[in-house]
């Protein structure tokens, strides 16, 4: 969505960015293989596999506020980009 902040990254959006309990991967066109998300201390808090295509939704509520990256894995490529959770 346009009013939203987001990221984009090729054929996926990420957003919102900030966010506060939930987090979109969107991917029409290509299929997402792995999703990894890293807290600042570099240490795997999420992690969502399977062919995601389309609009993936994804919770964050249980995770404290503050950076993390995020690894977006297609077939041959990575996306890393870093997602803010605030409250």
Do not use: C, W
């Not at 990254?9 to 966010?19: C, D, K, L, M, Q």
């Not at 201390?41 to 994804?58: A, D, W, Y």
């Amino acid at each position: 969505p346009s009013n939203v902040p987001h990221i984009s990254f090729g054929n996926i959006s990420v957003y919102p960015n900030p966010a506060t309990s939930y987090v979109v991967i969107e991917s029409p066109e290509v299929v997402v293989d792995l999703v990894r998300m890293y807290n600042i201390n570099g240490q795997l808090v999420r992690e969502i596999r399977g062919g995601i295509n389309g609009h993936t939704r994804f919770d964050v509520q249980d995770l404290n506020q503050g950076l993390y990256l995020l690894k977006v894995i297609t077939g041959n490529q990575v996306y890393s980009t870093k997602l803010l959770i605030s409250r």
